[in-house]
């Protein structure tokens, strides 16, 4: 976890110019850090790059847009790190 | 080119679906209104539409590799340069080749040369969204067939003459 959200706070902070000593794994990438959708776009293509995955973004926006998830599950920091460990174990599996 | 319609891909030159790229001719046509403000008496080719004809091409090549069952969308244009003028009745050959394709958004690198010099490139990122309407796929699946996208499977699509576009019209 503590690798994976090393990797990803680097990542927002080079992607959207934002200080990386504002970012912690509480941060809300939405509300927290001002990250919009487009730019979250170039996190996740980083993200994948740097894992090796594929962030299911589109079924997340659509659980969030359905009402059955929150933001919170999947943009703040410390649950999108998770998610992404998740991704790595199923992975290599 | 149909400047006035934003048709901007001519012809598909080569398809390789396991490589993931494709390469475009799109030719600029003599006479279009544009070339009347832009400008009198040096006619050039608009950047923006240097953009959008690597952004189509790029299109074409996701929309293929996905068999049309999504829309693409322009979502960014990075890095993008604009390196000489292009003139009426010039021919910009395209190569587009997908970088990645993520869930719901794909990134993709694009060149365009004239006589194999580079006039333009620019990495693309793409939305992609189920087609938000029917006729809107039924459009786009006559572009691929005026064009001569191979519409093959893997194996059937080389990069010489495009193969037949199959039963598009039925769509």
């Keep these: 976890m503590s690798t994976t959200f090393e990797t990803v706070a680097n990542i927002i902070a080079e992607t959207c110019d ?3 000593e504002n970012i912690t794994p509480e941060s809300h990438a939405i509300d927290d850090l001002g990250i919009d959708s487009l ?3 170039d996190i996740a293509f980083a993200i994948d790059k740097a894992f090796g995955i594929k ?4 079924s997340w926006t659509q659980e969030v847009n359905e009402g059955k998830a929150t ?4 943009f703040v920091l410390k649950n999108l790190c998770a998610r992404i460990d998740e991704l790595i174990a199923a992975k290599t599996a | 080119m149909r400047l006035e319609y934003f048709q901007m891909v001519d012809k598909v030159l080569a398809l390789d679906l396991e490589a993931r790229t494709l390469k475009t001719a799109n030719i600029v046509p003599d006479q279009s209104p544009i070339f009347e403000g832009h400008f009198p008496g040096h006619p050039l080719l608009p950047g923006v539409l240097l953009f959008e004809i690597m952004a189509q091409t790029c299109g074409m090549l996701l929309l293929r590799l996905h068999n049309y069952d999504r829309m693409a969308f322009l979502a960014s244009v990075d890095k993008g340069k604009l390196r000489t003028f292009v003139t009426p009745g010039q021919t910009i ?7 990645h394709d993520g869930s719901g958004f794909a990134r993709l690198k694009a060149a365009g040369q004239i006589e194999g010099k580079l006039v333009c490139n620019a990495e693309v990122t793409l939305k992609t969204m189920p087609f938000p309407a029917p006729e809107l796929r039924g459009y786009l699946l006559q572009t691929a067939e ?4 191979p519409m093959g499977a893997p194996a059937d699509v080389g990069s010489a003459a495009p193969a037949s576009a199959g039963n598009l019209t039925n769509v």
């Design chain 1, 39 to 41: 730019d979250f776009l």
């Design chain 1, 18 to 20: 934002i200080p990386r």
């Design chain 1, 55 to 58: 962030l299911p973004l589109e």
């Design chain 2, 93 to 99: 050959e395209v190569h587009a080749e997908m970088v």
């Design chain 1, 71 to 74: 933001t919170e599950q999947y």
């Design chain 2, 146 to 149: 005026r064009i001569g996208m």
